[in-house]
């Protein structure tokens, strides 16, 4: 009864906001066009309509030269291709192509649900095009990706699972060019509606509550409900180090905003497994990005380890131990998280 009443009522108080503080509301949509305009479309567009051609046309092949990827991913033979199309594609082109060869049936439901987990990132075009210019030096941006990759590696390592082999019932189904085009302008909408209703979020929460917090964390928040926003933020950080390990954070986890544009091109598959890859990739990252900023960065930027080490270990308990609260099987506190 309360599940059906709560959007009932949040519904009620959104539209109570926007006619109470209709310039806010505004304000914050506006900005959201305009980053879907000037950013989020130009980093990810191309990609949906040239992945739409490219999955189904590389999965099911055997390239020799990739083999060894899908053993240490323990991924199905012949999709390592999928795993390529997250890293480069961005969010969240890898997981339209993971639904898309499940569709297919070149993957099981189980496969699929766990490449889900790592197959889905940010990718280079949003990578540098908007924090690329927000570090002094050329190859933290590449650092930063060097990081992410890594991390997804590690995610998929962890997560249990074992090595399959794709349906070879199913051909893969040819795609044209105008196909493609069709689906990824529905896709494209349906990410541009969701940025801009988080950036409306957004605005109401920075006119009311946000401005109480530090700036640090306000950055972080931003980006915890919409990551485009909260890179574009990341600016305002006046430590390198601090700024090196919060976007590592932020884009390994994605934020709410792109968790919802996931759901929009995966369906029945669910988030329960995207979730739980994206929070055990985030501390891998936050982790990573930490060592390598204390080593690289200079004195006077770098941040000590030990307050990164004590957040992301106070973070891990935190999420394993609500997790462990929701699961019937309370055996591990590691299991939700697929270690």
């Known amino acids: 009864m309360i599940k059906k009443i709560l959007p009932g009522v949040f519904s ?71 795993f390529l199309t997250g890293i480069l594609g961005g969010y969240p082109t890898g997981a339209q192509a993971v639904h898309q060869a499940w569709r297919q049936g070149q993957l099981n439901n189980e496969d699929a649900k766990r490449m889900l987990a790592f197959c889905s990132n940010a990718g280079p075009s949003f990578l540098f095009g908007i924090l690329g210019t927000r570090f002094p030096e050329i190859w933290m941006p590449w650092l930063l990706w060097g990081i992410h990759i890594v991390s997804a590696v590690a995610v998929a390592v962890l997560m249990p699972g074992k090595n399959s082999t794709p349906y070879t019932n199913c051909p893969p189904a040819s795609v044209t060019v105008t196909d493609s085009l069709k689906k990824a302008v529905a896709t494209m909408g349906c990410i541009c509606g969701w940025v801009v209703v988080f950036r409306v979020m957004l605005a109401f929460l920075d006119r009311w509550l946000l401005w109480l917090f530090p700036l640090e964390l306000r950055v972080g928040i931003y980006a915890l409900f919409e990551l485009a926003n909260g890179c574009c933020k990341a600016d305002l950080i006046a ?67 030990s307050p990164v080490f004590v957040a992301v270990f106070l973070f891990f308990a935190t999420v394993t131990t609500i997790i462990c609260l929701k699961n019937k099987n309370r055996a591990s506190i590691l299991t939700p998280i697929g270690v």
């Open 12 to 82: 009620a108080l959104g539209i109570l906001l926007l006619i109470l503080d209709s310039k806010t509301a505004l304000a914050g949509a506006r900005d959201g066009i305009e980053l879907c305009l000037f950013s989020v479309i130009p980093s990810i567009f191309p990609f949906l309509v040239l992945t739409g051609i490219l999955t189904p046309a590389i999965f099911g092949t055997r390239i020799p030269l990739l083999r060894p990827l899908s053993r240490i991913l323990r991924i199905p033979a012949g999709s390592e291709g999928i």
């Open 239 to 305: 430590s390198d180090g601090l700024r090196f390990i919060l976007c590592s954070g932020m884009l390994a986890f994605g934020g709410i905003c792109v968790a919802m544009q996931t759901a929009s091109v995966t369906g029945e598959l669910g988030l329960g497994k995207y979730v739980q890859g994206k929070l055990l990739q985030a501390m891998i990252s936050i982790i990573l990005s930490a060592i390598a900023q204390y080593f690289l960065f200079s004195p006077t930027e770098k941040v000590a380890l």
